[in-house]
Nanobody, 128 residues
Framework: QVHIVESGGASVQAGGSLRVSCADSGYPVSFIFMAWFRQAPGKEREGVAGIYTRDGDTYYADSVKGRFTLSQGNAKNTVYLQMNDLKPEDTATYYC?????????????????????WGQGTQVTVSS
């Protein structure tokens, strides 16, 4: 059974850095696409970054381009989100999502309906 687990959330000051991790601790099926979403209180869940695991192509929301980097780990179904130059508006619960069979076009990666599995989230708080 798939069990997505996020880790690494913390409280940091503006301008700081943080790396959050996502892994499948259950039966390791292969995910074609993995992504990070975030949700702040009173706001909709939004796509932050996604990765096509077959070739490593990455996709980013405009709000995080140049600051966040999504990468794959050596273990199957493991991804890392390196967040630099954090801003108070980055404060949110960050969720990892996975798509087992992929979807088309990949440019729709930010749509929550594209994903089959979700983690419980990890809190990132950025103070000014």
């Amino acid at each position: 059974q798939v069990h997505i687990v996020e880790s690494g959330g913390a409280s940091v000051q503006a301008g700081g850095s943080l790396r959050v991790s996502c892994a499948d601790s259950g039966y390791p099926v292969s995910f074609i696409f993995m992504a990070w979403f975030r949700q702040a209180p009173g706001k909709e869940r939004e796509g932050v970054a996604g990765i096509y695991t077959r070739d490593g192509d990455t996709y980013y929301a405009d709000s995080v381009k140049g600051r966040f980097t999504l990468s794959q780990g050596n273990a199957k179904n493991t991804v890392y989100l390196q967040m630099n130059d954090l801003k108070p508006e980055d404060t949110a619960t960050y969720y990892c999502a996975a798509s087992r069979y992929g979807f088309s076009p990949l440019s729709t990666w930010y749509q929550t309906r594209r994903y089959d599995y979700w983690g419980q989230g990890t809190q990132v708080t950025v103070s000014s």
